[in-house]
């Protein structure tokens, strides 16, 4: 390699080194953000099917709703609001369509938390339908959602939204 192109190398080296320190910790492509908090939650479902205990199955349930609540609330106002509001038809019902599948998922989040027999075969049956819905919930939301937020939003904006979620969660009240 010319003297040159070591130089450029090493150039390019620095300012890759460089970029990450460009965004605060943390900072990240709501996107990302997601497809992590969807993972953590999928892997509480598996938990909750398969707790071998009521007072496991109850901790698991709690981790749930501290982990699903505020995602889903912050969700539909910093990403399913604004898809809403675009005019494009298609995309609007993706929004609406997110909106129905969370208001299920919570339906069936209650009834979880009302079955005080976490044991029983209610309860069993309501850990499995909650992990179909939010498994079938998040394989859509992760292709239909997602692409209309990469055709509709840059990559700065995305990383804006990815704090205003942050902030969102925050202010979200956990259900008992
Ligand atoms: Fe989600
Ligand atoms: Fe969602």
């Known amino acids: 390699m010319s003297v040159a192109g070591a130089v450029r190398k090493t150039a390019r080296k620095v300012t890759n080194a460089l970029t990450p320190a460009v965004y605060a910790e943390g900072d990240m492509d709501i996107l990302t953000k997601l497809k992590q908090e969807h993972r953590e939650v999928q892997a509480l479902l598996e938990e909750l ?3 071998a205990s009521a007072a496991q199955s109850k901790a698991t349930l709690r ?3 501290a982990a699903l ?3 889903a609330r912050a969700e539909e106002k ?3 609001d604004p898809l809403r509001k675009l005019k494009d038809k298609d995309v609007n019902q993706d929004g609406e369509e997110g909106y129905l ?3 299920l998922a919570d339906k069936v ?3 979880l938390s009302r079955t ?5 075969p209610e309860f069993k049956a309501a850990a499995k339908v909650l992990r179909e819905l939010l498994n079938h919930h998040i394989r859509e939301e992760e292709s239909a959602i997602w692409s209309d937020v990469k055709n509709n939003f840059s990559d700065e904006q995305r990383h804006d939204m ?3 979620f942050e902030a969102a969660k925050k202010k979200v009240k956990i259900p008992q």
């Open 49 to 51: 099917v398969d707790s």
């Open 63 to 65: 981790k749930i709703k």
């Open 69 to 71: 609540v505020p995602h």
């Open 78 to 80: 910093i990403v399913y």
């Open 101 to 103: 599948e969370h208001a």
């Open 109 to 111: 989040l209650l009834t």
């Open 116 to 120: 005080s027999n976490a044991g029983s």
């Open 162 to 164: 990815n704090r205003r």
